[in-house]
């Protein structure tokens, strides 16, 4: 993928996730993704991705993902981005955090790799 791709394709994640197209957002990954969180939890697969940012929304429903600052290395085959996610929580607190995502991504044109990192607003 060029770095012009691997950009549209973070794009294309963080659109599906803000219009709550959770499927679409899921299919960027590869079904055995292999997740480093900022909880210091592995977590393998997207059935344990999504069960993790499943949590995350049944606190904060409308959370939504605000890119910073999009960075790709086609050569390594990394994507890293940089972003505010906010939203409102159940008791209608607001609600959000910034963090960085490291994303590695295979000939596949899918995400074999992660890593995140996060901190409260």
């Known amino acids: 993928m060029s770095a ?3 950009r549209a394709l973070s794009a294309r994640a963080i659109a599906a996730w803000n219009e709550r197209r959770f499927d679409d957002f899921y299919a960027l ?5 292999l997740h480093h969180s ?10 344990e991705l999504r069960t993790l940012y499943d949590s995350v ?5 409308d959370l939504t993902i605000t890119p910073i ?3 790709a290395d086609p050569e390594a085959g990394l994507l890293a981005s940089i972003q505010t996610e906010s939203g409102t929580t ?5 609600f ?10 295979s000939d596949d044109g899918l995400v074999h790799e992660a890593w995140e990192q996060i901190r409260p607003l």
Do not use: K, T
């Open 38 to 47: 900022a909880d210091g939890v592995d977590r393998h697969g997207v059935i």
């Open 96 to 105: 959000g955090f910034q963090g960085m995502l490291f994303l590695r991504l």
């Open 29 to 33: 990954y590869h079904p055995d993704v």
């Open 4 to 6: 012009a791709e691997m």
């Open 69 to 71: 600052s999009v960075v």
């Open 57 to 61: 929304l049944a606190v904060c429903p």
């Open 90 to 94: 159940v008791g209608g607190d607001a």
